[in-house]
């Protein structure tokens, strides 16, 4: 009895131990440690922590009902993969190092394709994962990954590869979220941000500089993904849209990139967007669109004229004020359309005079910046206070 009461007691001084609130308050299971300065006995603690990450990762449970907590010590240089291939653990973890910058990991194996790869439930907190090479960086296979204050480096690359990769081409995931990370890129080489078969994801304060491509998004499931508060610079191409709908760009930033969107699409929301985004006046010539009133007085257009033919609209762009030119000496009223006259979401008054131009900023609701996506017609319809007469139009372009 008294055997039996021990073996109890220490099953359960185990659990005590090895369980709990996870650093992001997360049920843990299992706790381990690895730094440079442990013995590798069994990584229960400091003292007896693993010397290298995958050690820590092989000791990991694999049961889907567990989740392993690594807690990853300083190192003096960096933590060495020194795997073949794409290094892939089916385990649940929380991967948590000291600092973006203190906590380096590589993988220098001349066989490896990649950092790390994850199939199961995995969240990286406070690492560095430097990438050369055409090594590519981490990839999760599973839906509800998480990625905090985390830093990415692939300036030594030679040869084409992806920073972080979300693959869902096994089976679509979802639910995931990056937060406050940078990637310092190859502008030759590097993709950013890699979206395959993935949706409803969160990506905020991302820092994306001097990438190839800072963000990719393929594939027909990967919809309603949301970026907010995300910096792009230096780079060849900020987005690259070639599939899924819906998305959100909010708080977006462009700044010296050659190509800031290149969208396939044209269905995203955006809003709040900045960066060196030069204006253009359209039509370029001193003639305008000419925008008939009905002939009945105070009658719209009965149809509707185009202003922006949808072929020209190749990016996102924003209408930031329109040139109006009336015909006649009186009252106009103009509105501008971007679903073909079904709504209208800008509508001007002007008291025309015969070759006098009045420019107008347009004002959009508060709650929507107004940023037409690629494939976007716009048409005008205008009327008068006595009808029969006639406004000619321009508008000033904004394209992302």
């Not at 989740?67 to 960096?78: G, K």
């Not at 502008?187 to 990506?203: D, M, P, Q, W």
């Not at 709908?245 to 929301?269: A, K, P, Q, R, W």
């Not at 008939?292 to 004229?305: G, Q, S």
Request: a negative charge; proline letters at 2%.
């Amino acid at each position: 009895m008294i055997d039996k009461i021990g073996k109890i007691s220490k099953i359960q001084n185990h659990i005590i131990t090895n369980s709990g609130p996870s650093i992001s308050n997360r049920a843990i299971t299992a706790k381990l440690h690895v730094s440079p300065d442990g013995n590798s006995y069994d990584g229960s603690t400091w003292e007896k922590a693993f010397q290298t990450i995958q050690e820590a990762l092989d000791a990991a449970s694999t049961d889907a009902n567990d989740l392993t907590l690594i807690l990853i010590a300083p190192h003096a240089t960096w933590y060495n993969i020194d795997t073949t291939g794409d290094p892939t653990w089916t385990g649940n973890y929380e991967i948590v190092g000291s600092h973006r910058l203190w906590s380096l990991i590589r993988n220098t194996h001349a066989a490896a394709t990649s950092v790390l790869k994850f199939t199961g439930k995995t969240s990286l907190i406070n690492l560095a994962i430097f990438q050369t090479g055409d090594l590519n960086g981490i990839t999760f296979t599973q839906g509800g990954f998480r990625i905090r204050q985390c830093g990415f480096n692939s300036e030594g690359l030679t040869g084409a590869a992806t920073a972080i990769c979300i693959d869902g081409t096994a089976g679509t995931t979802r639910g995931g979220i990056i937060d406050d990370i940078q990637i310092l890129g190859h502008v030759s080489y590097t993709r950013g941000l890699h979206i395959n078969a993935s949706k409803v994801n969160e990506f905020h304060n991302m820092h994306i500089h001097k990438c190839l491509t800072a963000i990719h998004i393929e594939d027909a499931l990967s919809d309603y993904n949301s970026f907010i508060d995300i910096d792009i610079g230096d780079c060849a191409l900020g987005i690259d849209l070639d599939a899924g709908n819906e998305h959100l760009f909010n708080g977006v930033i462009f700044h010296h990139n050659t190509i800031n969107v290149d969208d396939e699409v044209g269905d995203s929301v955006w809003n709040n967007i900045q960066g060196e985004l030069d204006v253009t006046l359209e039509p370029d010539n001193f003639t305008g669109v000419a925008v008939a009133t009905h002939a009945n007085a105070d009658t719209w257009t009965t149809v509707p004229v185009e202003v922006r033919a949808a072929a020209t609209s190749t990016v996102p762009f924003k209408i930031v004020a329109t040139l109006v030119e009336g015909d006649a000496a009186e009252k106009f009223r103009i509105r501008f359309s971007a679903d073909s006259g079904a709504t209208w979401f800008d509508d001007i008054s002007i008291e025309g005079d015969v070759n006098a131009q009045q420019r107008e900023a347009s004002v959009a609701p508060t709650s929507t910046d107004h940023i037409f996506n690629k494939g976007t017609q716009i048409v005008a319809a205008s009327k008068s206070e006595s009808g029969g007469n006639s406004v000619v139009v321009w508008i000033e372009v904004q394209e992302i």
